[in-house]
């Protein structure tokens, strides 16, 4: 079977406008970059994975590219290699003390995830932690959101990691030395800034031609979206439940709890009650949500709105990389239920959400994005992040009484899940046992939660801002328990009639009533055996 790449040719030499929209909208205290830790049965040393690494660069380029901002905002800044590359730079050893526990070296993993990447550097680190019980290595992963969404970042993974022991070794005549090239200067870089824009106006023009030709499908495609966009912007201007981690912004600060689960138990609910696994999931963690509130003493005020990402990517765009994702926004109950009854009414919803199409439109919306100017969304967006770096900073220091309030929330958390390998995955001859994913927080925003398959189990990610959420680990329980409910319901309702206890039926008792003392006692029946 031959390697899998990421060839220069396929992948984009300038960020789209929803790349760039994760550049300009990074803050401090929101930085932009997606994640991971992979947990591995034994030990890999330093030396085995900077081998590792080395021997893959050739089939990911972008690994060796740093981003080259063109002047004055023109257009999107564009990929560059870097001449001053070093693999050291961005795959980092880190020797815990010997037994370092689960909960400290993710401790000190998130010390690391929360601050934003060097921009000067292609964007993305390798942290391998070594020390931890069991001897054991763990490895943090993380890649900026302009490089990947979730289910490029997977196809990434897949070509980093190995699905052998003992791969093949690449054909060293096949393997070209990497030269980079010159980093552009200012006027090539606004002249390239200036041609694109133009080539994009070119590109827009011919699409619009393309349409007139068939006028009438596109005015009732445009009819249809703008029915189901208003839909949805009607639906977004209505309130939504306060929560705690909608209650506050974001700081650095980050923490989190994880969840195994396993795809069989969630194939038996979806056979036993019908919907998806994604229903499934969006049930699980909205009714751990509902308990939450309710332990916390928190009385719903409307309904939980879930953001969770759609992926919309064409089969002929896998191996490009970059973003390709539209959203869409289940608004369910707050209030604990049956989670039987909340799977109903989540597969109820999404399916409102299908039959009216709002990612599709959504996507042909956000596809649009490309004619705004790159100056103006780059402004905007500073000015946003700046004032929310202040008002973050203000915080820390203002009595109770005088901090700025957070902004009502669009939605109350991130839900993603993302489809990851379902055999086990190698590094330098070594399988991953585990693998959880990381997410950005940030604005108002204080709890997400990334769901990955791999390996035949789903891993649920609950990721939090501790001073907005400090229990990630209350949560985890509450979703754990839901998805134990609903297994257990699976359970007793495939159980044939056949192999149900039989009914045991007592002889009628047709002797003297026993006396009435007997007779008020709940045991009254079984005296009244004893006694015939």
């Given at each position: 079977?031959?390697e899998k790449?990421?060839?220069i040719e396929?992948?984009s030499?300038r960020l789209?406008?929803?790349?760039?929209s994760?550049?300009?909208?990074?803050?401090?205290?929101?930085?932009?970059?997606?994640?991971s830790?992979?947990?591995?049965?034994?030990e890999i040393?330093?030396?085995e994975l900077?081998r590792?690494f080395?021997s893959k660069?050739h089939?990911i380029?972008?690994?060796?590219?740093?981003?080259?901002?063109v002047?004055?905002n023109?257009n999107?800044?564009?990929?560059?290699?870097?001449p001053d590359?070093k693999?050291?730079n961005?795959?980092?050893?880190h020797q815990?003390?010997?037994d370092?526990?689960?909960?400290q070296l993710i401790?000190?993993?998130?010390?690391?995830?929360?601050?934003?990447l060097d921009r000067?550097r292609?964007?993305?680190?390798v942290?391998?932690?070594?020390?931890s019980k069991g001897?054991?290595?763990?490895i943090?992963?993380?890649?900026?959101?302009c490089?990947?969404?979730?289910?490029s970042g997977?196809?990434?993974?897949?070509?980093v990691?190995?699905?052998?022991?003992?791969p093949?070794?690449a054909t060293?005549?096949k393997v070209?030395?990497?030269?980079?090239?010159?980093?552009p200067?200012?006027l090539?870089q606004?002249?390239?800034?200036?041609l694109d824009?133009?080539?994009?106006?070119?590109?827009?023009m011919?699409?619009?031609?393309?349409?007139?030709s068939?006028?009438?499908?596109?005015?009732?495609?445009?009819g249809?979206?703008?029915?189901?966009?208003?839909g949805l912007a009607g639906?977004?201007?209505?309130p939504?439940?306060p929560?705690p981690w909608?209650?506050g912004l974001?700081?650095?600060?980050?923490?989190l709890?994880w969840?195994?689960?396993?795809?069989?138990d969630?194939?038996a609910?979806?056979g036993a009650f019908?919907?998806?696994v994604?229903?499934?999931v969006?049930?699980m963690l909205s009714?751990?949500?509902?308990?939450?509130?309710?332990d916390?003493?928190?009385?719903?005020?409307?309904?939980?709105?879930?953001g969770?990402?759609?992926?919309?990517?064409?089969?002929?765009?896998?191996g490009s990389?970059?973003?390709r994702v539209?959203m869409?926004?289940p608004?369910?109950p707050?209030e604990?239920?049956?989670p039987?009854?909340r799977?109903?009414?989540?597969a109820a919803?999404?399916q409102?959400?299908?039959e009216?199409?709002e990612?599709?439109?959504?996507?042909?919306?956000m596809?649009n994005g490309?004619?705004?100017?790159?100056?103006?969304?780059?402004?905007l967006?500073?000015i946003a992040t700046?004032?929310?770096?202040t008002a973050v900073s203000?915080?820390?220091?203002?009595p109770?009484?005088a901090?700025?309030a957070a902004p009502p929330?669009?939605?109350?958390f991130?839900?993603?899940?993302?489809?990851?390998s379902?055999v086990?995955?190698y590094l330098?001859g070594h399988?991953?046992?585990?693998?959880?994913g990381?997410?950005?927080?940030?604005?108002?925003?204080g709890?997400?939660v990334?769901?990955?398959?791999?390996n035949q189990?789903?891993?649920?990610?609950?990721?939090?801002?501790?001073?907005?959420m400090p229990?990630?680990?209350?949560m985890k329980s509450?979703?754990?328990?839901?998805?134990n409910?609903?297994k257990?319901?699976?359970?007793?309702?495939?159980?044939?009639a056949?192999v149900q206890?039989?009914r045991?039926?007592?002889?009628?008792?047709t002797g003297?009533?026993?006396?009435?003392?007997i007779?008020?006692s709940?045991?009254?029946?079984v005296?009244a055996l004893?006694?015939?």
């Open positions: 079977m031959s790449s990421f060839p396929k992948l030499h789209t406008s929803q790349d760039s994760f550049i300009y909208g990074e803050s401090r205290n929101g930085p932009l970059h997606v994640g830790f992979s947990f591995f049965e034994d040393t330093y030396p900077i590792h080395e660069l089939l380029p972008r690994y060796r590219q740093r981003l080259a901002p002047p004055f023109l999107h800044a564009t990929f560059e290699d870097d590359f693999i050291e961005h795959v980092k050893l815990l003390p010997a370092t526990s689960e909960a401790e000190a993993g998130l010390a690391i995830f929360r601050k934003p000067k292609p964007l993305w680190e942290h391998l932690f070594n020390g001897n054991r290595s763990v943090m992963w993380s890649i900026h959101h490089l990947v969404d979730g289910v997977m196809e990434l993974l897949n070509v990691m190995d699905f052998r022991a003992d093949p070794p060293e005549s070209e030395p990497w030269s980079p090239k010159p980093l200067g200012r090539r606004m002249i390239g800034a200036t824009r133009a080539q994009e106006q070119v590109d827009s011919r699409r619009l031609s393309q349409t007139a068939n006028f009438g499908s596109f005015v009732k495609e445009l249809s979206d703008a029915g189901t966009l208003a639906r977004m201007m209505l939504i439940t929560t909608n209650a974001v700081s650095q600060e980050r923490t709890a969840l195994r689960t396993s795809f069989a969630l194939r609910i979806r019908g919907g998806t994604n229903d499934i969006l049930t009714e751990g949500a509902a308990r939450y509130l309710r916390h003493g928190e009385k719903p005020g409307g309904p939980f709105r879930i969770c990402p759609v992926n919309v990517r064409r089969d002929d765009e896998s990389l970059g973003n539209s869409m926004f608004e369910l707050a604990p239920m049956d039987v009854v799977l109903k009414l989540v919803e999404t409102r959400i299908k009216a199409g990612a599709q439109a959504l996507e042909r919306l596809s490309a004619s705004v100017s790159p100056a103006f969304a780059a402004m967006a500073g700046a004032a929310m770096d203000l915080q820390r220091i203002l109770s009484w901090k700025p929330p669009a939605i109350n991130i839900a993603t899940n993302v489809p990851g379902q086990p995955l330098a399988r991953m046992v585990d693998y959880i990381l997410l950005p927080l940030g604005a108002n925003l709890f997400g990334p769901i990955v398959g791999y189990d789903l891993y649920f990610t609950m990721m939090a801002e501790p001073n907005l229990d990630p680990d209350r509450l979703v754990e328990e839901v998805f409910e609903l257990q319901a699976a359970i007793a309702k495939s159980v044939p056949a206890p039989p045991v039926e007592l002889p009628k008792y003297t009533p026993p006396p009435a003392s007779k008020d709940p045991h009254a029946g005296a004893r006694a015939h």
